[in-house]
């Protein structure tokens, strides 16, 4: 089931996206599910909307870990790049950091594990350690993911970008530090930050589109819009689209959330 929130924004002079119209994708988190309903969902609005180049697809970060399917996301997101109409650009969130820190260093699976990454090791078919502390195991765990870990994935997470600036918009994983220029923001602000962040009036420079700190509706205001809304807990999964007049929020629900 889908819903659109917010409509057309009804301001003068919306942001522009310099005559693009841009999909942004907030946080999955293993629910390809909800992936796969909300990119059909893009693809009739795209095609409904006949742009003139090719619709930009962005996503916003927080692909892996919490959700049971990591690895189908992945995959559905290359294969969204290898063949539909869309422009893809991925970003990298903190959590596709943190699966890379786990290839660096099997004991910080530890730390991964209390934030997911359990579900993503079972994703590609690797046992997560019973015992969590057990670090023997998790260096075991590591090199069977290492070994496993399908080339064309390695290559996406190790390729991510970390910020996209569209006209008037920039998209990043999980915000910007206030009053520092979009060019000087530090890769551990675009990852991670929050307060300092989301209790900021702004202006940042540009629209800042976002996810990594889950709502329970999407925030739009004058300065940011956030999209994460918890998919992997709320079943609810939600995308912005925007374009020269205006802003629309899509979503996609699980049977249970549209209930």
Known sequence: MFSRLFGQRKSAAPPSTDGRLVYAVGDIHGRSDLLGSLLRELARDAEASAPAQAPLLVFLGDYVDRGPGSAEVVETILE?????PFEVRALKGNHEEALLQFLDDAAFGVTWAEH???ATLASYGVQPP???????????ARAEFDAGLPAHHRDFYSGLELMLEVGDYAFVHAGVRPGVPLARQAEKDLLWIRGEFLQASGP????IVHGHTPMEAPQVTRHRLGLDTGAYATGVLTAA???DSGQKII???AARAAA
Request: hydrophobic share 40%; no cysteine.
């Open 204 to 207: 940042f420079g540009k629209v």
């Open 130 to 140: 019973a015992a969590r502390t057990d670090l023997e195991a998790w260096a075991r």
């Open 241 to 243: 689209r925007l374009d």
């Open 116 to 118: 997911g990454g359990s």
């Open 80 to 84: 969204t790049a290898r063949a539909s």
């Open 251 to 253: 979503q996609a629900r």
